[in-house]
C-alpha cells in the first residue's frame, strides 16, 4: 500500500455569512462531512479511536468569518488537483466552499503553525474621526486572569480608512491575542469617552474581556486621551457617530502569512 504521508492535500476555504457564527469544532465536523461526500480517498489513523487524517488552520473565534483558511487531508491515493477540487465544492455549500487545493510535501509545516500572522478586515457601523488602541487588554480564561500587551501582538500597525479598520496580528508560542478582544477593547474605549454604553461584542464562548488599561475617565471630565493608548485616526474625517455606539458589522480573516 502506497504511504499516506506522500498524498497530503491542503485546501483553501472560506467562511462566511451566517456560517462564520459555527465554532472551530463545527466547522471542522462540517468539513469532515464535504470530504466523505466528495468520496475522496481519505487515510485513516490507527488505534483505538479510528478517524479521518484532517487536520485545520489556526481557529477562528465565532462571529468571525475567513477568505483564506486551511486544512490538510491526508490521501491513500493521488488524485489529480483540479478533479479533487472539484468534488470537494460540489460536496460543499457555499458559505463554506473550498475555493483551491494543491499538493504539499508531506513535511512541510502544519498548517496551524506554518502562519503566525494572519490579516483582518473589520467593517465598523460608522466612521470614527479617531479609534483608540489600549495599551493591554485583560482577559480571563477558565476563571484564569491575563494581561496580553498588544504591541506584542501586532504585527503592523492598525489603518482606519473610513468604516474600514484592517489590522494584522501574530500567534506567539506563549498565547496570541484574538482579534475579537482586540476590537472590544477598542471599541469600549472608544464608547466610554463618549459616555455611551458599549454593546459587548457576541463570541459565543465565556471568555470576556474585563478591562483596559489607561479606560478609566472621572466622571464630569472631557474625554482625555491617557498616555497607555495609541489613536488611530482617519485623517480629515468627521465623527459621524450621531451618539450611537460604535459597534462591529463585520470581521474576516483576509490573509495568512
Given at each position: 500500500?502506497?504511504?499516506?504521508?506522500?498524498?497530503?492535500?491542503?485546501?483553501?476555504?472560506?467562511?462566511?455569512?451566517?456560517?462564520?457564527?459555527l465554532?472551530?469544532?463545527?466547522?471542522?465536523?462540517a468539513?469532515?462531512?464535504?470530504?466523505?461526500?466528495?468520496?475522496?480517498?481519505?487515510?485513516?489513523?490507527?488505534?483505538?479511536?479510528?478517524?479521518?487524517?484532517?487536520?485545520?488552520?489556526?481557529?477562528?473565534?465565532?462571529?468571525?468569518?475567513?477568505?483564506?483558511?486551511i486544512?490538510?487531508?491526508?490521501?491513500?491515493?493521488?488524485?489529480?488537483?483540479?478533479?479533487?477540487?472539484e468534488?470537494?465544492?460540489?460536496?460543499?455549500?457555499?458559505?463554506?466552499?473550498?475555493?483551491?487545493?494543491?499538493?504539499?510535501?508531506?513535511?512541510?509545516?502544519?498548517?496551524?503553525?506554518?502562519?503566525?500572522?494572519?490579516?483582518?478586515?473589520?467593517?465598523?457601523?460608522?466612521?470614527p474621526?479617531?479609534?483608540?488602541?489600549?495599551?493591554e487588554?485583560?482577559?480571563v480564561?477558565?476563571?484564569?486572569?491575563?494581561?496580553?500587551?498588544?504591541?506584542d501582538?501586532?504585527?503592523?500597525?492598525?489603518?482606519?480608512?473610513?468604516?474600514?479598520?484592517?489590522?494584522?496580528?501574530?500567534?506567539?508560542?506563549?498565547?496570541?491575542?484574538?482579534?475579537?478582544?482586540?476590537?472590544?477593547?477598542?471599541?469600549?474605549?472608544?464608547?466610554?469617552?463618549?459616555g455611551?454604553?458599549?454593546?459587548?461584542?457576541?463570541?459565543?464562548?465565556?471568555?470576556?474581556?474585563?478591562?483596559?488599561?489607561?479606560?478609566?475617565?472621572?466622571?464630569?471630565?472631557?474625554?482625555?486621551?491617557?498616555?497607555a493608548?495609541?489613536v488611530?485616526?482617519?485623517?480629515?474625517e468627521?465623527?459621524a457617530?450621531?451618539?450611537?455606539p460604535?459597534?462591529?458589522?463585520?470581521?474576516?480573516?483576509?490573509?495568512?502569512?
Amino acid at each position: 500500500m502506497a504511504d499516506p504521508n506522500q498524498f497530503r492535500l491542503r485546501a483553501v476555504f472560506a467562511k462566511r455569512g451566517r456560517l462564520a457564527m459555527l465554532s472551530h469544532l463545527e466547522v471542522a465536523h462540517a468539513l469532515e462531512r464535504a470530504v466523505r461526500r466528495a468520496d475522496l480517498p481519505f487515510a485513516i489513523s490507527q488505534g483505538f479511536s479510528p478517524h479521518m487524517k484532517i487536520a485545520f488552520g489556526a481557529a477562528l473565534p465565532v462571529g468571525v468569518g475567513g477568505d483564506c483558511e486551511i486544512f490538510d487531508l491526508q490521501l491513500l491515493e493521488r488524485v489529480p488537483e483540479a478533479e479533487a477540487l472539484e468534488r470537494l465544492q460540489a460536496a460543499s455549500v457555499p458559505d463554506l466552499m473550498v475555493l483551491a487545493v494543491r499538493y504539499i510535501d508531506p513535511h512541510a509545516k502544519a498548517a496551524s503553525v506554518a502562519y503566525p500572522v494572519s490579516q483582518y478586515t473589520a467593517v465598523l457601523s460608522h466612521a470614527p474621526a479617531e479609534l483608540p488602541v489600549p495599551e493591554e487588554v485583560v482577559v480571563v480564561r477558565k476563571k484564569k486572569e491575563k494581561r496580553l500587551v498588544v504591541s506584542d501582538f501586532l504585527a503592523e500597525p492598525l489603518r482606519l480608512e473610513g468604516r474600514k479598520l484592517t489590522f494584522a496580528l501574530e500567534a506567539k508560542a506563549t498565547g496570541s491575542l484574538r482579534p475579537d478582544k482586540l476590537l472590544e477593547a477598542c471599541l469600549r474605549l472608544y464608547n466610554d469617552q463618549r459616555g455611551v454604553a458599549s454593546p459587548h461584542i457576541a463570541t459565543g464562548d465565556q471568555d470576556s474581556m474585563m478591562g483596559v488599561r489607561g479606560a478609566a475617565v472621572d466622571e464630569g471630565s472631557a474625554a482625555a486621551e491617557p498616555e497607555a493608548f495609541s489613536v488611530v485616526s482617519n485623517v480629515g474625517e468627521a465623527d459621524a457617530s450621531c451618539g450611537d455606539p460604535l459597534t462591529v458589522v463585520t470581521c474576516t480573516r483576509t490573509g495568512q502569512r
